[in-house]
């Protein structure tokens, strides 16, 4: 077993003796929506009512990475907003969202960013409508009580659940190596990410992830705490001028197998 499973599961160990609680006081019953619950799915299929397609095939299979965008097409606030709602309804584990966004959309803000990403991507920034920096908080837990509580009262859980998987996050999650904890915001911030270019297909958008850029002073940057939000990826959003980019993929054979 590697060094960072066993980092985790001890973690986990002590947060179950912290919180005076065990798996087995975990409700397993199937939840029953309400009427939050039901207000809330009205109003995210309102936000599909906002897509110019919802033809799944075109939405994922016709994606293209853009490398130059028409500056003259212009994704306004309000619609990032719809953009960025629709892409937060992706998974993450225990629900935890460590995702926190910074939308770059004005000139001084694209003269910022330009300052610390690579050659490659000069174009992509000057010529985006918006670009989209996905921050990952290494103090995500701190929002376990919340999350959870709106959860349970939109039947998600019984109450039991929340109070358990609350002491439960508040206890685990801060015990954990920051490599560890970083790992686990590397891979919610991956599912975000790509929802974030599905839905803006879905909006008649193109874009394109970049991960060529300084790390170290994206967060200072944009005046967030260094120490607590992690850079992940940015990802640039517009109109293509042209078509995308196409790409070869490997082979199935070559990247799965059935056993």
């Given at each position: 077993?590697?060094e960072k499973?066993m ?11 912290t ?23 009205r ?7 906002k897509?110019k397609t ?5 939405i ?27 892409a937060?309804?992706a998974p ?12 770059v ?14 050659p490659?991507n ?23 009580a919340k999350?959870?509580?709106a ?5 998600g859980?019984?109450k ?11 206890s685990?999650f801060p015990?954990?190596?920051?490599e ?5 915001i ?5 599912l975000?990410?790509?929802a ?13 992830p ?5 790390k ?12 607590r939000?992690?850079?992940v ?8 001028k042209?078509?995308?980019?196409y790409c070869s993929?490997?082979s199935?054979d ?6």
């Open positions: 077993m590697s499973k980092d985790a599961e001890t973690a986990a160990e002590a947060a179950l003796k919180s005076k609680m065990s798996t087995d006081d975990v409700n397993l019953n199937q939840p029953k929506k309400n009427e939050k619950a039901d207000a809330r799915e109003e995210l299929l309102d936000l599909a009512k897509f919802n033809d799944f095939g075109k994922l299979l016709a994606r293209h990475s853009c490398p130059e965008y028409d500056p003259n097409v212009k994704i306004s606030r309000d619609e990032m907003r719809d953009i960025l709602e629709a937060t309804t993450s584990s225990l629900n935890m969202q460590p995702w926190r966004f910074v939308v959309d004005s000139d001084e803000g694209k003269a910022k960013l330009d300052k610390i990403v690579g490659a000069h174009l992509k920034v000057k010529t985006a409508s918006s670009i989209v920096m996905v921050f990952g908080d290494r103090k995500f837990y701190e929002q376990a999350i959870n509580e959860t349970y009262e939109m039947g859980f019984p039991e659940n929340q109070e358990f998987l609350t002491k439960f996050a508040q685990y015990t954990l190596s920051e560890t904890k970083e790992e686990w590397m891979h919610d911030c991956g975000v990410e790509m974030l270019m599905l839905v803006a297909r879905a909006h008649g958008y193109d874009t394109n970049m991960d060529g850029f300084k170290e002073p994206a967060a200072k940057l944009f005046d967030l705490d260094e120490k939000y992690k850079p990826l940015i990802v640039s959003m517009g109109k293509a042209g078509h995308g980019r993929r490997l199935l070559e990247v799965a197998r059935f056993e």
